[in-house]
């Protein structure tokens, strides 16, 4: 395996019919009207030669592919989003067909709204179309992901696909910072408030008990698991305590079946390197995860010069912490290579991604026969 081989595990894109199909739609909506402004903005999103080129400027760089916000469920009614949900899979799926060697493979969108039209494209786009894995989003449309209605996706990928579910935080401008306004200024809603989403999903699904129903469910949280790592005493010491400050709800019955202390669960998540270029959160989200638990992402290309800044000083910030080299591969590629089972070349081929098989039932054993 080269040494500088990184594969990006959270850069986004617009696949092209996609994006003629989302601009449509945002002529009908004010608030995505805003946001494609900015997309347009931004060719590396959209164009695909212009993602090429500047790909090209980074030596062993690959991307695995997610669509950008906003979330499917976001664009329409829930008797119209399944339909986008396959044109972006289809789009994603051609992209990967036609450049292997620069994206290996895509992550599928669902429409989260239509449960069991969800359920469906899961299993069209793995089986069918090759996709390693799904992205959701913190909420669907203000729903939280806990909810029982959307437990059978969760469900399906931990113990039918053993695939990771990537998560990305949603919240707009309507989400007012305080009760007596109608809306967040100065972009508050996006620079703190995508953070507190993601670690509200984070912890909605570890008290819920999603965690222990799912062992094996695998969840990378985009932006380094978001608040988690820098709040790790203060999960640890806080929740230990959990009601303690509730009179209305005995939330004591949850600590007694954990079995063990909530910051244990909260570690259990995979977080990206997508944090901007940042050195110090880096190495904050690697003590609180461990190299394990953490893959090499960029956020690409939203960043200032719409594409490239993001990919360099991600680089940067991980080179310069001087990590184990063991530690350095399975970030910049060993971790992803090992939880989507990918094939790569000169790498040793991945066992090619399996439904789970059903535990047997133990076979009774034989009566001996008397002599």
Request: glycine share 6%.
């Amino acid at each position: 395996m080269p040494r500088d081989l990184k594969l990006d595990i959270f850069p986004h894109i617009f696949p092209p019919a996609f994006f003629e199909r989302v601009k449509g739609i945002a002529e009908q909506s004010p608030s995505l009207a805003a946001q494609i402004k900015r997309w347009l903005h931004i060719p590396v999103l959209w164009d695909l030669d212009a993602r090429l080129r500047m790909m090209d400027r980074f030596p062993g760089y690959k991307q695995i592919l997610t669509l950008s916000l906003p979330a499917i469920e976001f664009l329409a009614p829930r008797d119209k989003t399944p339909e986008l949900a396959r044109i972006a899979n289809d789009g994603m799926a051609e992209i990967v067909a036609k450049h292997p060697d620069y994206f290996p493979a895509f992550v599928a969108s669902l429409p989260m709204n239509n449960v069991p039209e969800a359920l469906r494209e899961m299993d069209r786009a793995i089986g069918e179309l090759g996709a390693k894995g799904i992205q959701i989003f913190t909420n669907v449309n203000g729903r939280p992901l806990d909810e029982e209605e959307f437990y059978p996706i969760f469900e399906r990928m931990a113990n039918k696909y053993d695939l990771p579910i990537w998560v990305h935080p949603t919240r707009t401008a309507k989400f007012a910072d305080y009760v007596s306004e109608t809306k967040s200024k100065y972009e508050i809603y996006w620079l703190f408030g995508w953070p507190y989403e993601t670690s509200v999903f984070m912890a909605r699904l570890v008290f819920s008990g999603m965690l222990e129903k799912l062992p094996d469910l695998k969840i990378i949280t985009h932006h380094l698991g978001a608040m988690a790592p820098f709040f790790d005493a203060r999960i640890g010491y806080g929740m230990d305590q959990l009601g303690s400050r509730t009179a209305d709800e005995d939330y004591t019955v949850i600590l007694k079946r954990m079995g063990k202390r909530p910051v244990e669960f909260f570690k259990k998540f995979y977080a990206d390197t997508s944090v901007n270029g940042s050195k110090s959160a880096t190495r904050c989200g690697l003590d609180f995860y461990g190299a394990d638990h953490v893959l090499f992402g960029t956020d690409c290309p939203f960043d200032p010069e719409g594409g490239p800044l993001f990919i360099r000083e991600v680089i940067k910030a991980i080179d310069g912490l001087k990590l184990k080299e063991d530690d350095r591969r399975k970030i910049y590629f060993g971790n992803a290579i090992r939880m989507l089972r990918l094939a790569l070349p000169d790498a040793p081929a991945a066992k090619a991604a399996k439904p789970k098989a059903k535990p047997r039932k133990a076979a009774k054993p034989k009566a001996r026969k008397r002599k």
